[in-house]
């Protein structure tokens, strides 16, 4: 029971202050439920669907092929993939996350990670084609044009600065995935 507890302090913890602020604050408090209560559904109905493809993906893709495509010698064609993967998805940042921790169990290369995460958060098609529609072809193509060499840059920043042990640490958690 209190190895429970301890593992979900913080839920509880913030549980019990959004409690005590609708006691306080009822209307307030009563909006931070209802924020939370949509949240929650929102990643109850995100979170399965992208589980199911994760095991798809892990039991379907070998790991070898993986390697070859995404992996350290994967060179521009990796890239493309991960900015494809990434762009193609859809639902929000979060969901991006177990994915990124199954392509490192499949050996994907660490920039190639992050380009994936880079393109899911800023270069994804819906998004883009609500731009198109919205604000119009030249914002969406100039935004695209600007964002495409930036998540290139950190994605190779991030790498130069991460050390080996780093990595070798961040590969192996993922792996307890």
């Not at 839920?11 to 009563?30: H, Y």
């Not at 909006?31 to 199911?52: D, G, H, N, Q």
């Amino acid at each position: 029971m209190i190895k429970v507890i301890k593992r979900y302090r913080l839920f509880l913890l913030l549980l019990g202050a959004t409690l005590i602020l609708t006691l306080i604050n009822r209307p307030f408090g009563t909006k931070a439920l209802s924020v939370t209560a949509y949240s929650f559904k929102e990643m109850i109905l995100v979170i399965p669907p992208i589980f199911i493809l994760l095991g798809l993906l892990d039991i379907w893709v070998p790991r070898e092929t993986m390697v070859k495509y995404m992996g350290d010698k994967s060179g521009a064609r990796g890239v493309i993939l991960a900015f494809i993967i990434g762009s193609a998805a859809a639902g929000p940042l979060y969901g991006a996350f177990p994915v990124a921790a199954v392509f490192m169990k499949k050996g994907v290369k660490f920039s190639n990670i992050l380009i994936f995460i880079g393109a899911w958060s800023t270069t994804k098609i819906p998004m883009f084609l609500f731009e198109v529609n919205s604000l119009g072809l030249t914002f969406a193509l100039t935004r695209l044009l600007i964002n495409i060499p930036g998540i290139l840059m950190i994605a190779w920043i991030l790498s130069s600065m991460t050390t080996k042990e780093t990595l070798e640490t961040i590969y192996r958690n993922a792996n307890k995935f």
